[in-house]
């Protein structure tokens, strides 16, 4: 299918912007590739190191020197239901490297914290800065140089994008990512949703509230529901670092421990001991990350990705904007409909058809480079497939479905949910946000009401406890982003307003914080830059003001004559008080150092996006 010309646009501009950034990351790529096999230029006490701990098989083949060595990157720990499941891959990954004739070793861990756990808590604003720690985890353990390739064991919101930043820093190596799949359905998401909804209106017990939450979050797996977590899953598989269909397998089936091991054998072919040699820095080009913009619109992905995204293609050189985000977005279609964005979860997507009828759907459609490299090979078409064991319990790949199974909440390209993707730009005098409009009901795209402002979740949460949320209002709450206190999600703010919003009233939401996947059916203007704390325009706004959100033109204005806007003063809030507890005071240089939401409220902010003064733009091999 010939390529839609909104895609070649986007994808060549992005290009032409990252030309002297992707340069230079492709000739370092390069240059760490010619050394070949780093182990074996290191020094005999080195490599004793290396292998000291292993057993006698695993050493004699590392000291030959003559197999690849797979390092494995593990988010483990067994407090947290999507990274249980991980407790037992390393057995399974080192089983087959040494079938296949390789090694794998754990090369070190790296922290996942769960924002389930930390919502409206003190943790939560160590959450978006520890994707950054996670990508420095990585590239500590792969700093050994010992490794032909690594595997990447992670899965939930942060985990994913700072193990892709880790890998990219180490580009010459091959990254498998291995998803541990979501858990077996529980409590029914409506019946959740409106538990959370009367708590909040004090129409329900505590224990009534924790009973559901218990019977929602069940067992080993990733949450049901369509965050953050199963978007970067999605994420993973469109753009190839998956292996074709494995995205949504739950753990601790037969069929999820034969994709660890297939993943296994794949990982040490495309390594440059194997036969078909695939560096991540040069397999995520900007096609690549074209593709992951095109899946997180179609599916109505978590918002968190607006941010991720961009911080990702910077660890690859590649410059994206959020101008690309809302240009795609005006060419793709909404295919999914999957909880907060319908009643459906990840799992009854999966069994309808799931990432094989989407990635079919839209690369027919010519909405996807299906020309990519992959760790599984060429071209996206094997992505269309799915996995399934024979009788003698081998995987094996067969045709996905040609039609949905279930059209209430997958639809093909011709029947679409909506015309566009289920993310928008907006802009104003209040500076620039994101909307997510994939959950939000038509007759709600345009808000105009008046300001009701807030310095915290918890100040909202005691003005709607007092009743006094009970009108028409754009609530603001402000001093949300990443250099005021990490940017923490607010979803303790999602419950009373829609709680508010059930009772008739016009009601949205303006922050400079996140609400990430979970964005429910309130029309809300989130990641607000420039933020309060650095002198934004959200912190001129006063209580009355009248505020227009239009998610259908992407406006984002405080309807304040224009002289008396440019005269007001900026609010203060007083913020040492997340600056310290709970070990944020050893994040005082991330709030210092962090980018803007727009360019991937990173500290990482100039690596990847500006060429080193002392460097030259080389020239560039991408034969590795």
């Known amino acids: 299918m010939k390529l839609h010309t909104r895609i070649r646009e986007v994808t060549e501009r992005i290009a032409l912007r990252s030309r002297a950034t992707r340069a230079f990351y492709l000739a370092a790529v390069s240059t760490a590739a010619a050394e ?50 991980y407790e037992r891959f390393p057995d399974l990954i080192r089983a087959a490297a040494r079938e296949a004739g390789g090694v794998a070793q754990v090369a070190g861990g790296v922290p996942a914290m769960c924002d389930g756990i ?28 010992t490794f032909d390739g690594a595997i990447f064991l992670g899965i939930c919101d942060k985990i994913v994008p700072g193990l892709v930043m880790g890998a990219l820093a180490f580009g010459h190596l091959p990254a498998m ?34 009973d559901a939450e218990s019977k929602s979050y069940h067992e080993p797996g990733t949450c049901t529901f369509y965050g953050t977590a199963n978007t970067n899953q999605m994420m993973m598989e469109i753009m190839g670092l998956h292996l074709p269909g494995s995205s949504f397998v739950n753990p601790n089936t037969p069929l999820r421990d034969a994709l660890t091991r297939e993943a296994t054998r794949r990982a040490l072919e495309i390594t440059s001991l194997g036969s078909n040699y695939t560096p ?10 074209v ?17 991720h995204m961009v911080a990702m293609a910077a660890a690859a050189g590649i410059r994206l904007e959020w101008n690309d985000f809302a240009d795609l ?17 990840v799992n009854h997507f999966h069994a309808a058809g799931g990432m094989g009828f989407v990635m079919r759907e839209l690369l027919h459609a010519g909405l996807l480079h299906g020309d990519v490299r992959t760790v599984w090979g060429t071209g996206l078409e094997d992505y269309t ?99 005021a206190n990490g940017m923490p999600e607010l979803h303790k703010l999602l419950p009373p307003l829609q709680a508010v919003q059930k009772h008739g009233y016009k009601v949205a939401l303006v922050t400079d914080g996140r609400l990430s996947g979970a964005s429910g059916d309130v029309l809300s203007a989130i990641h607000v830059t420039p933020e309060a704390a650095a002198g934004g325009a959200i912190g001129k706004i006063c209580d009355g003001d009248i505020i227009r959100i239009d998610a259908t033109t992407g406006e984002l204005n405080a309807l304040v004559e224009a002289s008396e806007w440019d005269a007001r003063s900026q609010a203060i809030a007083d913020l040492s008080e997340s600056h310290y507890g709970v070990g944020r005071e050893l994040f005082a240089s991330f709030r210092r150092e962090v980018s803007t939401a727009d360019h991937g409220a990173s500290i990482f902010a100039g690596a990847g996006t500006t060429v080193p003064e002392y460097a030259e733009t080389p020239m560039v091999t991408t034969n590795v």
């Not at 098989?57 to 999507?82: E, F, H, P, V, W």
């Not at 979501?182 to 004090?202: C, F, H, I, V, W």
Request: neutral net charge; aromatic residues 6%.
């Open 36 to 85: 070949g096999t780093r182990r074996g230029n290191l020094g005999c006490a080195n490599q004793a190191h290396g292998f000291a701990a292993c057993g006698p098989g695993d050493k004699a083949t590392l000291r030959q020197g003559k197999a690849a060595n797979l390092g494995i990157i593990t988010a483990y720990n067994d407090m947290l239901s999507a990274h249980q499941p």
């Open 118 to 145: 930390t919502q409206g808590e003190k943790g939560m604003e160590l959450s978006l800065f520890s994707r950054d720690v996670i990508a420095l985890s990585t590239v500590v353990a792969l700093s050994h140089q």
């Open 177 to 210: 990512f291995i998803p541990s799949g979501p858990m077996t359905s529980g409590y029914s998401n409506d019946d959740r949703k409106l538990l959370r909804q009367q708590y909040a209106e004090g129409r329900v017990s505590r224990e009534e509230l924790l």
């Open 280 to 289: 991540v820095g040069v397999m995520l080009d900007e096609r690549a990350f």
């Open 291 to 307: 593709n992951g913009l095109v899946g997180l619109l179609a599916t109505g992905g978590s918002t968190n990705h607006t941010m």
């Open 329 to 345: 977005a005006e060419i793709i279609p909404t295919l999914v409909r999957v909880y907060p964005n319908g009643k459906a979860d």
């Open 385 to 483: 497939k799915e996995p399934m064991l024979n009788a003698d319990g081998e995987i094996v790949w067969r045709p996905g479905a040609l039609v949905s199974g279930d059209e209430t909440l997958l639809r093909g390209v011709s029947n679409p949910f909506e015309t566009h993707g289920g993310l928008r730009v907006a802009d104003g005098n209040l500076g620039r946000s994101i909307v997510k409009t994939s959950a939000i009901a038509l007759d709600r795209y345009v808000i105009e009401a008046p300001a009701l402002v807030f310095h915290s979740q918890d100040e909202m949460l005691g003005a709607f406890l007092a009743g006094e949320l009970y009108r028409d209002a754009v609530v603001i709450v402000r001093f949300q982003g990443p250099k």
